[in-house]
């Protein structure tokens, strides 16, 4: 199984630009996360999704933030304008719903906004 | 609102040594303690994880507890290896909700050789 993917790994962009991840869970997995994580907060749930629905989005910092899962097999992160303070590493995880709910974690995103 | 308190953020052991890092946490409705492990520039990686029902749970050289009363839980890693060295993040489930977790701040361990 190839886990979970990760697109671009790296991004560096310009204030106010628009920034899109992308995320792509493993087959069959039907819960989806996004987490941001920086040296001052740590590890932060944004957003997640159970079978493609959004569950729980009090993580997102602000209208800026949106995220979408259109199918089962690709979801993204949106800023939309981004500011410097949004530079951070998203990483996006998946889970098979059962007793135990493993995350199982993409290698991140690391953007930098200048 | 619900957090997670993880100490130490960075620790130092000698090849051989046993590590201890400890967490505590708020959520009272909390019932599910995972571990995860991150290595240099990958995604984290579930090491153990407990469930509230039980106190304390072996993996091999790695073992967790968990005091309710007291809403703390540790991870121990005993004769620790070069390749442990990582970054650990303890997290609490929200409520009775095994998926939404709330992470701690990590810590950087370093087994020297």
């Known amino acids: 199984d190839a886990g979970v993917i990760q697109s671009p790994r790296h991004e560096v962009t310009e204030m106010g630009q628009e920034v899109t991840l992308r995320c792509k869970p493993i087959?069959?997995?039907?819960?989806l996360f996004w987490y941001r994580q920086t040296m001052m907060r740590g590890l932060e749930l944004l957003i997640y999704?159970?079978?493609?629905?959004?569950?729980?989005d009090s993580g997102m910092p602000e209208d800026r933030f949106s995220a979408k899962m259109p199918n089962a097999s690709f979801s993204t992160l949106k800023i939309q304008p981004s500011e410097p303070r949004d530079s951070a590493v998203y990483f996006c995880a998946s889970s098979l719903e059962q007793k135990r709910r493993e995350l199982f974690f993409g290698e991140g995103s690391r953007l930098t906004v200048l | 609102g619900e957090n997670v308190e993880q100490h130490p953020s960075t620790l130092s052991v000698q090849e051989g040594d046993s590590a201890v890092i400890k967490c505590t946490y708020s959520d009272s409705a909390s019932n599910y303690f995972p571990w995860y492990k991150q290595e240099l520039g990958k995604g984290s990686q579930l090491i153990i994880d407990?469930?509230?029902?039980?106190g304390e749970k072996k993996d091999q050289r790695i073992a967790v507890t968990l005091n309710k009363t007291a809403k703390h839980f540790s991870l121990h890693i005993t004769e620790t290896q070069p390749e442990d060295s990582a970054v650990y993040f303890c997290?609490?489930?929200?409520?009775?909700?095994?998926?939404?977790?709330?992470f701690g701040k990590g810590t950087k361990l370093s087994v020297k050789p």
């Open positions: 997290a609490a489930s929200r409520g009775g909700s095994q998926g939404n977790l709330i």
């Open positions: 087959s069959g997995h039907n819960s």
């Open positions: 999704f159970n079978n493609n629905v959004p569950i729980d």
């Open positions: 407990i469930r509230s029902n039980v």
